[in-house]
């Protein structure tokens, strides 16, 4: 009689040890791996720094001076990168996906889009006018084009935002205005 | 007493190892095998999702990772969206690498040729080729047996499947069979061998005309520049680097002459060729696009016996071969590869409808449909939707030993593209018309026009690489209102010398040799046919313009507008838009009004900008465009040709 009331203790005991693991496991599962294993994927164990950075961002950008640097993007900064590569890349870039760029065919030369030196010191609102307006608009050259009436303002927006993504050196948001506003191009 | 007591309970005490010992073994056992993600779902019970609006599933499904996010996009919007590019290229890829061709996918339809058609492939290489491209569908490898071009891994369309030395004999011995109808011997032009003679190598007269005829429009050649392979020109046909080591030459001057005749379903149009080009041509092909070592690891294969031809004919059917590939007589299978319409969104992880827990240890918790289970003690990878499909597509005896799935060599941006596709796949399309049934363009032809030109059409191909009226190609500008566009004659004149007007452009259009005839009959269709309902080419008169409102016209383009930062004239200014050279013998005044008028209207994908020119000035401009005309070069740089062709 002891001998099975003993047994049917240490059972018991047994099964509510079970539960209450299983109950701690819902919420952390086990030594095996982590609750969120399942559901996102991992980079697999000889990935590429490609795939680590822009792992988990909406699109990336390679440094267009530095190939293994690649400059993960947001969402808004990915749609500014398909608009710049549809509407800009053609004379604000050394290379176009389609041949040669048009740079050198424009005078005087138009800024990279890249050229932080130049554009880091140029506020957002001033950009979103060139582009809105176009060149003369702003007192700079007419080879500028308006994209105001092909673009809407978001877009701009979202322009704005890749340019300062991929900007060489780095874009902060509060320049020393007095210091870059002189290195602006006339 | 108590001592007493102690020693008792230490007597127990290895029962109680015993049975504790054995339930921590079975725990220890169990809980490797067992997905708690599951065990979660079976506790929380099965998710109730029928009775939901179809649109809010992915309301339900956890968020996909940030790289994929574009797959939920894609279980609504089944047309093409500017923001998804990843998802647009991934449902391209689909269709490319023929995904349809075994498994059944939402909204894409099965088109009426995947693959090649095999019905004669014993006229067109030999059996020892056969092999060699089954055993490992690549041409283009380094020493080290790996492909890269440009930087990136790539493959033609055909997987690689894993099949054994038997295997490979049989197969390559009943397609080398596969001759139902032969093909005329090789002629060399009996006269070559005199114009040889005199003026060089046949062959590179050949690639001469090669290049002329811009067949590196569709066709890629592989070019070694610094180490690094490069391909040039386009992928809608094969690429051709050591296609002459591949094709009978009495094969080559066949199907040149006529592709439709070998391939019903082709996309290669029929060009006109001289007998002296057919001879420079194939000579080129068949002497320079050669590699001599390409057959070296392939085994001497003899005639093939009525045994391996028997064989042959039943792996055909049975590695799912006839999926893609159409031999007369033989029938492919229904249904080869599991359907995976359902594949994505909707069989997520968290609408496992689980029936007892006995499932748990059994399969994985996305097997909702009928994809193959995975046998989680064989399978490497980490259990996630996302890294199976990965596995695969790029290795899938990794998952599944026993797989028919061939293995796609794909590039990692590639592979993702594809996952967030296949991620997007919610299901049969939905009945009731809430929603267009997505359409994957595919470079085919619902627009058939009837008569001459419709025959022209289809033996020139146009819709592989233009597009009219909403389907076709997209390689090559929209034709759909090109009638109220360029003027008639000159369409005559570009359709019998294709002189781009982007000449920054490697892409051309191909030189057909169309005849007089022929051109005018097209030019003819086009300028009455493709309009645009809003513009009537010859609503406006060229008379009504002024020398004057010219001359303000060319100041407004070069001083206030400045467009030559885009637009060539002369031999300066860009090339980001086309040549205005000739534009007043190219264009309709009523295009070029319309056209400065609101860009976007007529051509929406256009990147020339919008402007807000007034009334006055859209005239003036169009006024001075009109006076930009070149002497007709068709006649003179025929006549060269004509020239060049007789030394």
Known sequence: MKLLLIYGSVLVGCLGLTILGEKAMTRTPCWCWSSNHMLVAKPKPHAKGIELVSYGSYGSEVDWNNPDRILPLDYDQAQGKRIFYQQCVWCHADTTPAGPSNRSNVTPDPPLMNDGAVLNGVSDASLKKTIALGGSAVGKSAMMPAYGMSLNEEEIDDLIAYMRVIAVPEYRKSPDKVNNTARIKP | ?647
């Open chain 2, 1 to 647: 007493m108590t001592a007493r007591l102690i020693l008792r309970a230490i007597s127990w005490l290895p029962h109680v190892f015993a049975i504790g010992g054995a339930l921590g073994l079975a725990l220890a056992f169990w809980q490797p095998r067992t997905d708690w993600h599951e065990w979660v779902q079976y506790k929380r019970g099965p998710a109730q999702l029928a009775s939901m609006p179809p649109s809010t599933l992915a309301w339900k499904q956890s968020v996909l990772p940030a790289q994929y996010m574009q797959g939920s996009c894609g279980v609504c919007h089944r047309e093409d969206l500017p923001q998804t590019p990843r998802l647009d290229h991934g449902r391209q890829l689909l269709v490319k690498f023929n995904c349809i061709g075994c498994h059944r996918l939402r909204d894409i339809d099965r088109p009426d040729m995947l693959g090649p058609d095999l019905t004669r492939v014993g006229t067109k290489v030999s059996r020892e080729w056969i092999y060699k491209w089954l055993k490992d569908p690549r041409t283009l490898t380094d020493a080290n047996g790996s492909v890269t071009v440009d930087g990136v891994a790539t493959d033609p369309r055909m997987p690689k499947f894993q099949l054994s030395d038997l295997e490979l004999r049989a197969l390559s011995a009943y397609l080398s069979v596969q001759r139902p109808k032969s093909v005329g011997p090789y002629s060399g032009n009996p006269r070559a061998g005199a114009v040889t003679a005199k003026g060089g190598d046949a062959a590179d007269r050949g690639q001469t005309r090669f290049n002329q005829m811009f067949c590196i429009t569709c066709h890629a050649l592989a070019v070694d520049r610094g180490g690094e392979t490069t391909l040039i020109g386009g992928d809608i046909g094969p690429e051709l680097t050591k296609v002459g080591s591949k094709v009978r030459p009495e094969w080559l001057s066949a199907w040149l002459d006529n592709p439709q005749g070998y391939l019903q379903h082709t996309r290669m149009p029929q060009y006109q060729w001289s007998k002296q080009d057919m001879y420079e041509v194939t000579q080129y092909i068949l002497n320079r696009l050669t590699d001599p070592d390409l057959m070296n690891d392939v085994p001497q294969l003899g005639p093939p016996t009525d045994d391996e031809v028997h064989l042959g004919q039943r792996l055909f059917v049975e590695k799912g071969c006839a999926e893609c590939h159409v031999i007369q007589g033989v029938t492919p299978r229904a249904d080869f590869g599991p359907d995976l319409s359902a594949f994505g969104m909707a069989a997520g992880p968290f609408v496992v409808e689980m029936k007892s827990a006995r499932k748990l240890s059994a399969s994985l918790h996305f097997a909702k449909n009928n994809a193959e289970h995975v046998n989680i003690e064989v399978s490497q990878i980490p259990r996630s939707m996302i890294n199976y499909i990965q596995a695969k597509i790029t290795d899938p005896a990794s998952v599944t030993p026993e797989t028919h799935m061939p293995q796609f060599h794909v590039s990692q941006s590639d592979l993702d593209d594809l996952t967030t596709a296949l991620l997007s796949m919610s299901g049969p399309p939905l009945t009731g018309g809430a929603h267009d049934p997505l359409t994957i363009p595919r470079p085919h032809s619902e627009f058939h026009p009837g008569g001459q030109a419709g025959q022209l059409y289809q033996r020139y191909k146009c819709y592989v690489c233009h597009s009219f009226k909403g389907y076709g190609g997209t390689l090559a500008p929209d034709l759909s209102f090109e009638g109220s566009r360029s003027k008639r004659e000159w369409l005559v004149d570009f359709l019998k010398n294709p002189q781009t007007l982007r000449p920054t452009l490697t892409v051309r259009m191909p030189h057909f040799n169309i005849s007089d005839h022929d051109a005018t009959t097209i030019a003819d269709f086009v300028s009455t046919s493709l309009r645009n309902p809003n513009i009537n080419p010859n609503e406006l008169d060229e008379k009504e313009f002024t020398p004057q409102m010219a001359e303000h016209g060319k100041q407004l383009f070069e001083v206030k507008y400045e467009c030559q930062s885009c637009h060539t004239i002369g031999s300066s200014g860009g090339y980001v838009g086309p040549s205005l050279n000739n534009a007043g013998n190219w264009l309709t005044p009523a295009w070029i009004r319309a056209w400065l008028k609101n860009p976007q209207i007529l051509i929406p994908e256009t990147i020339e900008p919008r402007r807000s020119f007034t009334d006055d000035e859209i005239r003036d401009m169009t006024a001075y465009l009109l006076t930009l005309k070149q002497v007709s070069q068709a006649k003179s740089t025929e006549s060269a040709s004509a020239g060049g062709g007789q030394q």
